[in-house]
Each structure stands twice: as C-alpha cells, then as structure tokens.
Nanobody, 125 residues
C-alpha cells in the first residue's frame, strides 16, 4: 500500500518562507502527478500546485502564482513545495496528493486518489 509522508510546515510570520516535502513510500508507486492542496478552517479543500512526472509541467492556483514553487523528483517519488512571501490567507492544513491527471490539467481533487495526512501551516500577520 502506498503512503504519502509529509514533512515541513509550522508557524511563520507574514512575508516569511517555508518548505514542505512529501515522499511516497510502500509498494510500487504508479501515478503521473503529485501535488498539494490546502484546507482552511471552515472552507473546502483547494488546489495549490501540482507537477506531472513525465513532462515536468507545473500547475498553480492563481492565489499562489509567483510565490510558491513546486518541484518533483520522480526517481525518489518526492515532491516539494517552496512557499515564499507567505500571507495570513495561506494558513491551513496542507495535503500532499498523488494521482492521474487528465490532459486538461491537474487541478481537480477527483484526479488524486492517494492523500497524505496533512501538515499545518500557520501564517500570522
């Protein structure tokens, strides 16, 4: 059984930077993309960023473009999210996910079938 193990997260002040990492472990891992979602209290889980293994194509939510960078290492089944210029509205539980993205992109929750347990990111103003 494949598991996603997340690390990173924590408490920072607005304008600071933070990094998240996620590694897939377990049995043979066969997905074409990995990504990150986040969920703020009382809100739906939303897409943050994703990367396709084969092409290296990256996808970002408009709210994080220019501030967040996702990178992946398919050989190690690891994906990282570098978050710069953090804002209080970036606060939430960040979830790593793996799945099969369609040709239209990697934005939908339904495209991911393996999820990590989540790691808390808190940005104070």
């Amino acid at each position: 059984q494949v598991q996603l193990v997340e690390s990173g997260g924590g408490w920072v002040q607005a304008g600071d930077s933070l990094g998240l990492s996620c590694t897939a472990s377990g049995r043979t891992f066969s997905r074409n993309a990995m990504g990150w979602f986040r969920q703020a209290p009382g809100k739906e889980r939303e897409f943050v960023a994703a990367v396709r293994w084969r092409s290296g194509t990256t996808y970002y939510a408009d709210s994080v473009k220019g501030r967040f960078t996702i990178s992946g290492d398919s050989a190690r089944n690891t994906v990282e999210l570098r978050m710069n210029s953090l804002k209080p509205e970036d606060t939430g539980v960040y979830y790593c996910a793996a799945g099969f993205c369609s040709v239209y992109g990697c934005y939908g929750r339904a495209e991911y079938d393996i999820w990590g347990q989540g790691t808390q990111v808190t940005v104070s103003s």
